[in-house]
């Protein structure tokens, strides 16, 4: 990240932590409730062929965990608090989005058949986010939403040809990383893409960002 970049983390630095920290829980609260009392029968979703040509990868899981880092990015190098403000409403409604999918429509990924106990990293996340609120992956979608909003931001944060590539990467292996730990199916992951890339265009602001 260049020293411009570097500078925008500083402005509104409580406010960015504490705002994070107290979405990001009540966001999980709202969520394992949904995963562990869901309101009507559960949906197990289809797979496909890409989920066969896409084999368990349980190093993948660190590329999953990631996905709290780089949703952190977006509101950490905002220096203008009007913009945190929006940016959080933003991809809270994304949130409450799927939330309420979720409630209307519980689904699930199909069973595996996988000893999680041979893999303690994965062992600890199926224990912390079982495979269910399945479709659409919130876990792509707001990774996507994401990336709009980092590419968007590239100007002010000094980021050039290096940082788009590596935005796009991070946010591809996410998505991979969700159907390598057998956490989504590869539907689930078109439809948390679908749903990321929408709100992300019908919510960006206009003018875009403040400097």
Request: proline share 8%; charged share 10%.
């Amino acid at each position: 990240m260049s020293p411009r970049g570097t500078a925008r983390i500083w402005p509104n630095f409580w406010l960015k932590t504490w705002g994070t920290t107290v979405f990001m829980t009540l966001f999980f609260t709202a969520y394992i409730h949904l995963l562990k009392n869901p309101q009507g029968p559960v949906t197990e979703m289809p797979t496909s062929i890409v989920d066969e040509w896409v084999t368990l990868q349980p190093w993948s899981v660190i590329i999953y965990v990631s996905l709290w880092l780089y949703v952190s990015l977006p509101p950490a190098l905002m220096a203008n608090r009007a913009d945190l403000v929006g940016y959080g409403w933003r991809i809270g409604l994304l949130c409450l989005i799927g939330l309420i999918t979720f409630w209307i429509w519980p689904t699930a990924v199909p069973p595996t058949h996988v000893d999680w106990a041979q893999y303690p990293g994965m062992g600890v996340l199926k224990g912390v986010d079982a495979a269910g609120n399945a479709c659409p992956s919130l876990h792509v979608a707001t990774a996507v939403f994401s990336a709009f909003w980092l590419h968007w931001m590239s100007p002010w944060c000094g980021g050039g040809k290096a940082w788009r590539i590596a935005n796009v990467v991070w946010c591809v292996a996410i998505a991979y990383s969700t159907l390598a730990t057998r956490q989504h199916v590869f539907i689930d992951v078109c439809a948390g893409a679908a749903l990321g890339t929408a709100m992300a265009w019908l919510t960006r602001p206009r003018p875009l960002l403040r400097n």
